[in-house]
């Protein structure tokens, strides 16, 4: 591993492979200061920050004595929401929904009955994607960006001027103290009143994961600040990610030796990462050093997205191989709520079911005919694929869900389940032995011609290029072994792409 210590008051800007230490860069460098000094350690996520946390104070680390500085761990939400007055904390929800919005009593508008449902929630979502975007009410995001399915998306275009005016009246009233606050809401009134920060050196982790605004606002604060991340992993340009460029007064320092991946992994990331430099990620290539000697989780079996884990789960349950479950990140009924409810939706519509449908747009489809035309011109692989589900499974559906959800741990049992799944966003940060991929990752050649065919730094360039990313994250998870149907089509299709470029550089005459 390598025991690289910054200057904890000289900024630093760290680019750094999977499993390279930046964690232990960051806290080994928090360590140098003196003991009176108070220190800012900014997380990721919830998950991360009681990690760090636990590492900080433990007895055995050497790092919590008494002649350590104070070190405050937080998430960015978990930092503004500390600052809210109690008025603002009590119109905090965790998940704002239409329905919480028709019991504002304030905002007389928003309990209309004539409002429809599902335009408040698309302006919802609207709104929440102009305030990851530093937008204002008189700058909305172009819902042409919208990373809807084809159906929701044409719905959502058809409906524009209504969505787009309960959309600016959502962001107008952001401080009315009767309407309630979303994830992202909060945080956005609390950027805007540019708070200045008291400590005397700050520490980011995931920096690549950062949103614009809230990198500008850390850079307007005055004291030494470490940030530490990989390009690599950025997998949520989603939500606006951008991994912000070096500062000029920042020392750059790389890391590639991950003292954690055994050579197939290493092998796998450094692929992903070649076949990303001429799409403008220029990365060292990881270096191996073998993996630590410590108690891992045996097994995960990763997906690219919750429908595809849901898919599996099902044949499981439908061949009565029906193993414990156990889910990283969140458990089961939350993870494919949207899913099961389209499931539902198109049960009844297929059943002859014309309106009333949870999923508004399909109120706008005759019947399961049409609704087959439209998915066969659509983009939405969701639809395609739940409709395949509904056709396959038929009436027994139903039941297979309700058995899967019997079988399926809580969160806090997860690790004690026969069978362990995610999707590798919810695995980010963790680590397992063994990793088995799924069939339902894009293949890089697909990617590829997506990229060809997109303007260059568009959103859709970015969220394509992403998909490679991903593919990254889910290689770096394993510390010995991958496998899986999906690493097989990863290998047969790394071929064909390698195959082309040399083709395309044989034929190049410079």
Sequence with gaps: MQHITGNWNQSSYVLAGAGTGKTSYLLNTASSAPPNTSLLFLAFNRRVAQDIHRRWNSPTSGLGSSLMPHMEVKTIHGLAYQSLSLSQKSRVVPNWSPGLLEEVNGLKSWRKKNRDRAKK??????????????????????????????????????????????????????????????????????????????????????????????????????????????????????????????????????????????????????????????????????????????????????????????????ELMDARHCPSIGMEGQSGDKLWRQEIQLLKDLIALRNGKKRGFKN?????????????TLAKTSSDHTLAQCMRLVKGYGKALPGLLQRLKKRTLPEAYRYKADWLGATVHSVKGLEYKKVSLASDFPLLSDVQKTLHFSEEKSLQWQLAREEAHIWYVAFTRAAAEVSGAGLRAFEKDWLGCLETKLTASSADPT
């Design 360 to 372: 508004a747009w399909l109120n706008e489809v005759t019947d399961w005919k049409a609704l087959e």
């Design 121 to 314: 929630l698309q302006a919802i979502r609207w709104a929440e994607a102009a305030l990851r975007f530093g937008a204002s009410p008189h700058t909305l995001p172009d819902p042409n960006l919208w990373l809807v399915p084809s159906p929701a998306l044409d719905y959502l275009l058809a409906n524009r001027a209504a969505i787009e005016s309960l959309c600016q009246e959502l962001l107008l009233n952001l401080s009315h103290p009767n309407m309630p606050l979303c994830h992202d809401a909060y945080l956005y009134i609390w950027l805007k009143q540019q708070p200045k920060l008291t400590y005397d050196a700050l520490f980011v982790d995931e920096m690549q994961d950062l949103q614009p605004q809230i990198s500008l606002w850390l850079l307007n604060q005055t004291m030494p600040m470490h940030w530490v991340g990989d390009p690599a992993q950025h997998i949520y340009a989603w939500r606006f990610a951008q991994t912000p460029p070096p500062p000029p007064h920042f020392e750059l320092i790389h890391l590639d030796q991950s003292h954690r991946l055994s050579m197939q992994p290493t092998e796998l990331a450094n692929k992903v990462l070649l076949w990303l430099q001429p799409y403008g990620l220029y990365l060292d290539a990881i270096k191996p050093q073998g993996p630590p000697n410590k108690e891992l989780v045996p097994a995960i079996h990763l997906f690219r997205t919750n429908l595809g884990m849901l898919h599996r789960l099902l």
